[in-house]
């Protein structure tokens, strides 16, 4: 059975969590507290991390059968590719490449947000920009049903967590509305929410650390 670990949080293994689930893949789902602030201690993880034979020792990882991953896109990729969900045409794959780093921005934004020290200060200026990367998705998705055309791909997966952490942090979000919603809602009532509302087992929280 593949093991896929991470933190005992949402971050960065949600997606991926959300990808095995629909996929109907086995797999271990191997958890590692880290202690509370202020030393926020990471010796189970740190114990462990060079036992694994992990060219790049790092969370989240995926062993399955002799293949050893990290990097959470890297780990989308490879389960994807065995279920043929990166894109069928050349301009469906483009499409995938592209929002898949685009996405990795908003998350990163987002995170060094959440991760700060300076959250209280740097939130508005945060929300201040949060429209128009709203919008720029909206636009990109237009009127398919899922963002590289007609078929789920991984990215989608992504875009869900993503846009569902940012709906949770502005419930109110006039940008989240419209084709967003209903792709957020699309996602949430078909076979890609095994692991959300309707899923087989729970999904760690907090979103992040805080």
Same mark, same amino acid.
């Given at each position: 059975?593949?093991?896929? %670990?991470?933190?005992?949080?949402? %971050?960065?293994?949600?997606?991926?969590?959300?990808?095995?689930?629909? /996929?109907?893949?086995?797999?271990?789902?191997?958890?590692?507290?880290?202690?509370?602030?202020?030393?926020?201690?990471?010796?189970?993880?740190?114990?462990?991390?060079?036992?694994?034979?992990?060219?790049?020792?790092? &969370?989240?990882?995926?062993?399955?059968?002799?293949?050893?991953?990290?990097?959470?896109?890297? @780990?989308?990729?490879? @389960?994807?590719?065995?279920?043929?969900?990166?894109?069928?045409?050349?301009?469906?794959?483009?499409?995938?490449?592209? &929002?898949?780093?685009?996405?990795?921005?908003?998350?990163?934004?987002?995170?060094?947000?959440?991760?700060?020290?300076?959250?209280?200060?740097?939130?508005?200026?945060? &929300?201040?920009?949060? #429209?128009?990367?709203?919008?720029?998705?909206?636009?990109?998705? %237009?009127?398919?049903?899922?963002?590289?055309?007609?078929?789920?791909?991984?990215?989608?997966? &992504?875009?869900?967590?993503?846009?569902?952490?940012?709906?949770?942090?502005?419930?109110?979000? #006039?940008?989240?509305?419209?084709?967003?919603?209903?792709?957020?809602?699309?996602?949430?009532? %078909?076979?890609?929410? /095994?692991? /959300?509302?309707?899923?087989?087992?729970?999904?760690?929280?907090?979103?992040?650390?805080?």
């Amino acid at each position: 059975m593949a093991v896929l %670990g991470y933190w005992d949080i949402r %971050g960065l293994a949600h997606a991926i969590r959300l990808l095995l689930e629909y /996929t109907e893949t086995p797999y271990e789902d191997k958890l590692y507290s880290c202690g509370e602030a202020p030393d926020y201690d990471k010796s189970q993880w740190i114990n462990e991390k060079e036992k694994l034979g992990l060219d790049f020792p790092n &969370l989240p990882y995926f062993i399955d059968g002799p293949t050893k991953l990290t990097q959470s896109n890297a @780990i989308l990729r490879y @389960i994807a590719r065995k279920h043929n969900m990166c894109g069928e045409t050349e301009e469906e794959k483009q499409r995938v490449d592209l &929002l898949e780093n685009q996405l990795m921005d908003l998350r990163m934004s987002f995170a060094r947000l959440c991760y700060s020290p300076d959250f209280e200060k740097l939130k508005p200026a945060y &929300l201040e920009q949060l #429209p128009q990367k709203l919008q720029e998705l909206s636009r990109f998705l %237009g009127s398919r049903p899922w963002f590289a055309g007609q078929k789920i791909t991984f990215v989608d997966f &992504l875009a869900y967590d993503v846009l569902d952490q940012q709906r949770m942090f502005v419930p109110e979000c #006039p940008e989240l509305k419209g084709n967003l919603a209903r792709f957020l809602q699309r996602f949430e009532v %078909g076979r890609a929410g /095994t692991g /959300t509302a309707r899923g087989h087992r729970p999904v760690p929280a907090p979103s992040d650390s805080r």
